[in-house]
Nanobody
Framework: QVQLVESGGGVVQAGGSLRLSCTAS????????MGWFRQASGKEREFVAG????????YYVDSVKGRFTFSSDNAKNTVYLQMNSLKSEDTAVYYC??????????WGQGTQVTVSS
């Protein structure tokens, strides 16, 4: 089992910045990727950014490229999502997830990000 705990959400004005953190514990060695997802009210959950550990490649959804940055601190078992130039359409609950095999199996509880215009 892997436990994920997110933090860093909040309310910010459009154009502002937030940094989300996600700390993993448990059998983290069993995972092969980490990602951030978000779900806006009334919409489906979508992938935002993530990394495949073996390839060390970071992926982003087009709508956040150039504004969001995924990073990790392996010594702390923590991944981050730095979000700059936030827009109202970035308002959502953000989830951290860890992938085991082909599926994102482990999920955090989510953290609310609200961007006010």
């Amino acid at each position: 089992q892997v436990q994920l705990v997110e933090s860093g959400g909040g309310v910010v004005q459009a154009g502002g910045s937030l940094r989300l953190s996600c700390t993993a514990s448990g059998h983290t060695f069993s995972t092969n990727a980490m990602g951030w997802f978000r779900q806006a009210s009334g919409k489906e959950r979508e992938f935002v950014a993530g990394v495949t550990w073996s390839a060390d490649i970071t992926y982003y959804v087009d709508s956040v490229k150039g504004r969001f940055t995924f990073s990790s601190d392996n010594a702390k078992n923590t991944v981050y999502l730095q979000m700059n130039s936030l827009k109202s359409e970035d308002t959502a609950v953000y989830y951290c997830a860890a992938r085991k095999g082909a599926a994102y199996t482990y999920w955090g509880q989510g953290t609310q990000v609200t961007v006010s215009s």
